[in-house]
């Protein structure tokens, strides 16, 4: 068990340096042999690495996260920095899964869970976005126009649903 620590004002820094400058992926160096070249080379290849976390904040630091989430009850300074580092972490899954190091429906999950964003359907963006309008049909006749006598025209409804005559 960890022990408990007092809160101390370089901890507010730390929490927001913690998930700004997490990296996205992590290099590892292999000796591979190569059937083109029939020689051993080295590569580089990009892991993904470690997604940040309040969990992995407070293991670096060696507290309890119940310490963090005391102190960003009670402590203003830490509660700004906890809010700051949270829009990195946003914006850190929406960078590791765009890129490919990470599930793209993990990370939709975990932004949706920690981060409020939620998914609307195209109708119901369609349906909020409605307006209804009034159309009328008329015939020309020069400079005045002529009621349509009911060709071309069904039950026009007006925004109360009262039925309009023709």
Request: glycine fraction near 4%; include cysteine; hydrophobic fraction near 35%.
């Amino acid at each position: 068990m960890k022990k408990t620590k007092d809160y101390k004002s370089e901890y507010a820094q730390k929490l927001v340096a913690w998930f700004r400058d997490a990296p996205l992926f992590v290099e590892e160096t292999k000796e591979v042999f190569s059937k083109k070249s029939d020689k051993i080379e080295t590569i580089i290849e990009k892991q993904p690495a470690p997604c940040p976390s309040v969990v992995r904040f407070a293991d670096n630091l060696k507290i309890n996260v119940e310490d963090i989430l005391r102190w960003r009850e009670k402590n203003s300074e830490f509660k700004s920095a906890y809010e700051q580092a949270m829009y990195f972490r946003e914006e850190w899954l929406m960078n590791a899964a765009g890129l490919g190091f990470y599930n793209s429906s993990m990370s939709i999950m975990a932004l949706k869970t920690n981060h409020g964003w939620s998914e609307k359907s195209e109708k119901q963006l369609i349906d909020d976005g409605l307006k209804q309008v009034l159309v009328q049909f008329v015939k020309d006749k020069g400079e005045n126009y002529e009621k349509n006598n009911g060709e071309n025209s069904a039950n026009i409804c007006s925004a109360n649903d009262e039925k309009i005559s023709d």
